[in-house]
Each structure stands twice: as structure tokens, then as C-alpha cells.
């Protein structure tokens, strides 16, 4: 595996940008699938995000998947640079093509992520190439409904709750495509079953 496949993108917005952070990452993803994922398509995400008025991001970061952990009432991760998103597509640029083997590290080790489980913000999560892993807003839907969600659980376990859909969804992310005709065939086909 990739470095770079281990990252996870963490946005946090306020509920009335939910809908501006979807289009805003729906344009990039339209963009990305034109010429694959590089520097300069991290950087098309970062200047959708942050330089467009419309969609007012409160937090972000990248954290490694695998160092993800509910530590007492909150995530903890290796944050694969500070500053939000800002230096990704030089630190991708930087380690694309190397595995786990190379020397790069995450800088921040076991680090809180406290927006994570905010209710006040909506959640997105996804990969460097645009893989959905988590939308607080679809999941348990506006501020409030988060604000009762995690009373009903108490802080860790919704902190478990949270990350046990991330390993659920990222691990979707790790599937072969399937291709585009299969879905259409009849079921009798697909089972290898002859009419």
C-alpha cells in the first residue's frame, strides 16, 4: 500500500455550508476524475474550499486511517501535517510514489481531534481521491439530532460509533469497481443460471 493511501481528509463546517461543501467537493471530484489525483488537483480542492466565499470550512485536516483510535472521550490520530489542508499536495507530491518503508512520519503522533466529535459542525470525511468515508449531516443530521445522538451514547462510544463507520466505509473503498453492465443483467444471468 501507498502512503498516501492511508490518508483521510477530515472537513468541518458549520450545517448552513453543508450544502456548499458537497458542491464544492462534487466540482473537484468532477475535475480529479479528468486527470487522476496529483498535486495540482489537491490544490483545485484546496482553492474550492478555502477561496470560495460561499463555503466557509471551520476546520480540516489529513490524518493517517490506521493510527485512528477513541482515546477517553475523543479521536486521537497521527495528523499528517498541521495547518489544515494547506501543504498536502507538496506532501503528496512528496510521497506518492513511496510505501510505509520510507522515511516520512507522521509529525504530530496521537494527536486529539476534537472537531471530530463536535456537534456544533457537520463532519465530512474521505480519501485523496474523493472516497466518501463519513458524513456527520447524513448520518445523524443537524446539530441537534448530533447534540441528542451523543447524549444518547456518551462521548466514547460515540466517538467508537463514528470511527467504527469510518473502518466500515474506508474498508468499501478498498473493493474492485464493479463494472458499469453488470448491475443491468438479469439475476438469473449473473448467478450463471442459462434460461
Known amino acids: 500500500m501507498k502512503q498516501w493511501e492511508d490518508w483521510i481528509i477530515f472537513l468541518g463546517f458549520w450545517d448552513e455550508h453543508y450544502g456548499d461543501a458537497v458542491d464544492a467537493i462534487g466540482k473537484w471530484k468532477e475535475s480529479l476524475a479528468g486527470s487522476g489525483l496529483n498535486g495540482d488537483d489537491l490544490r483545485r480542492l484546496n482553492g474550492r474550499l478555502f477561496n470560495d466565499p460561499r463555503c466557509i470550512i471551520q476546520h480540516s485536516c489529513c490524518l493517517s486511517y490506521r493510527s485512528m483510535r477513541v482515546a477517553d472521550i475523543v479521536i486521537e490520530a497521527g495528523w499528517v ?26 509529525p504530530y503522533p496521537n494527536t486529539p481531534v476534537y472537531f471530530l466529535n463536535d456537534r456544533l459542525l457537520a463532519v465530512i470525511g474521505m480519501t485523496l481521491d474523493g472516497k466518501p468515508v463519513i458524513d456527520t449531516f447524513k448520518e445523524y443530521g443537524n446539530k441537534e439530532d448530533r447534540g441528542r445522538r451523543m447524549r444518547e451514547l456518551g462521548f466514547h462510544v460515540y466517538c467508537e460509533e463514528f470511527l467504527e463507520t469510518v473502518r466500515k466505509n474506508y474498508a468499501k473503498t478498498l473493493l474492485p469497481p464493479v463494472p458499469k453492465g453488470i448491475l443491468k443483467l438479469p439475476s438469473a444471468v449473473r448467478q450463471g443460471i442459462r434460461p
Open 81 to 106: 501535517n498541521d495547518g489544515g489542508l494547506r501543504s498536502l499536495p507538496e506532501l503528496f507530491e512528496k510521497v506518492k510514489n513511496g510505501d510505509f518503508s520510507d522515511t516520512y512520519r507522521y
